[in-house]
């Protein structure tokens, strides 16, 4: 497959594809993500802790018998390890502090090496917590969105990792991208009941933040679970323990996808009520009462709006053609997973195929988000 199917990007860096390893205390180092992760986009690290307080907090969890990392010159530490990694997949490093002064000298060194900065937001151990580090800051959103400022001045990338179901998760969506977050790392966790879709949904209408989530991705399925409702990169932790080639199955199940497709991540359609608001690309005109007129107010258009919207993208490409179809317009149709024989014989007449036209509803989706007058 080729290195830029994809055309994955945030800053200066390009990922492969949208498949990571995600940070698993005392276990992803570089040695565990050169083994695990070879064919993964991204890589991250960690987490390590940079402060005293959280040094202290890991050498108790280790006594308890859980991994950490535990070092008496952590940056040392975390250059050796970027400097480990292979070449192929994005550097990302998670890193735990109490205190900012670390946090801004480990993010200046990570733009130094072209890698990510991801600032632990997600740590539950009750020793973590308990200094106010991880999870904890979740509840202190004044100082994180204080400390997102002052990192993102160093001018690394900033992805912060958080847990769902701790706080109103759209208000903290919404902080930590106004305070300058470039991605959001999302452990989308409902106990008892695996991945939260719905709120991965509700989230990725709530902004336009990078977005990786995370938990119970096993197989494929699942990871299309989470990409079908707005996630741009899936990480997978502990499954890579059991299933060694999860992350290269992961990866060659999702390239074969955009090969064919055109758009690995594309939404449901939104009158399912699981297609978040890139699904606007698929609907139909809006002539008569269903959800579409619900999620264009979202975006402060008018139907006339959304309307004209669309038409006004679809000038000059080909999805202006399409006379034969219900409303005489591409623009109009809907996913290409979905059987239509008028689309398809449109698709086949112009000569478009099926991943060169779902490459152009990324395109209208993206527009349509872009002129929204609620974004």
């Not at 939104?270 to 297609?275: L, S, T």
Request: proline share 3%; with cysteine.
């Amino acid at each position: 497959m080729s290195n830029d199917l994809f055309n994955i990007k945030i800053g200066n860096l390009s990922f492969r594809n949208p498949i990571a390893l995600a940070p698993m205390g005392g276990m992803t180092n570089s040695s565990f993500a050169n083994e695990y992760a070879k064919d993964a986009g991204l890589v991250i690290i960690g987490g390590y802790n940079l402060d005293a307080a959280t040094q202290e907090a890991a050498k108790a969890i280790v006594e308890r018998g859980r991994g950490e990392f535990v070092s008496d010159e952590p940056l040392d530490l975390i250059e050796s390890e970027i400097k480990a990694l292979n070449e192929g997949p994005v550097k990302c490093v998670n890193v735990r502090s109490t205190t900012l002064e670390p946090l801004i000298e480990a993010a200046r060194l990570l733009k130094n090496n072209d890698a990510i900065l991801e600032l632990d937001a997600h740590c539950r151990q009750k020793e973590m917590t308990g200094i106010g580090a991880g999870q904890a800051l979740l509840h202190k959103l004044p100082e994180l969105c204080e400390w997102i400022g002052k990192i993102k001045e160093s001018g690394v990338i900033l992805s912060v990792k958080v847990r769902a179901n701790i706080v109103d998760d759209i208000g903290l969506v919404k902080s930590i991208e106004a305070a300058g977050a470039d991605i959001l790392h999302l452990d989308a966790m409902k106990e008892g009941a695996g991945a939260d879709l719905k709120l991965i949904k509700e989230i990725r209408d709530s902004t336009r933040m990078f977005l990786i989530c995370n938990n119970s991705v096993t197989d494929i399925e699942a990871a299309k679970d989470m990409f079908t409702r707005g996630a741009d990169v899936v990480s997978v932790a502990r499954g890579v323990v059991s299933d060694p080639a999860l992350i290269s199955n992961l990866v060659r199940s999702i390239s074969l996808l955009q090969n064919d497709m055109g758009w690995y991540n594309a939404p449901k359609h939104v009158c399912r009520g699981e297609g978040d608001l890139r699904g606007l690309a698929f609907c139909c005109l809006p002539v008569k009462p269903c959800p579409v007129h619900n999620n264009i107010k979202k975006l402060g258009y008018t139907a006339q709006e959304f309307a004209d919207i669309k038409m006004e993208f679809a000038r000059g490409n080909m999805l202006e053609y399409g006379d034969s179809t219900c409303f005489g317009s591409l623009a109009w149709c809907c996913k290409i997973s979905k059987p239509c024989f008028l689309r398809d014989g449109v698709l086949e007449t112009l000569g478009v195929t099926d991943a060169e036209y779902m490459r152009l509803k990324k395109e209208l989706a993206d527009h349509l988000l872009n002129h929204a007058k609620n974004r």
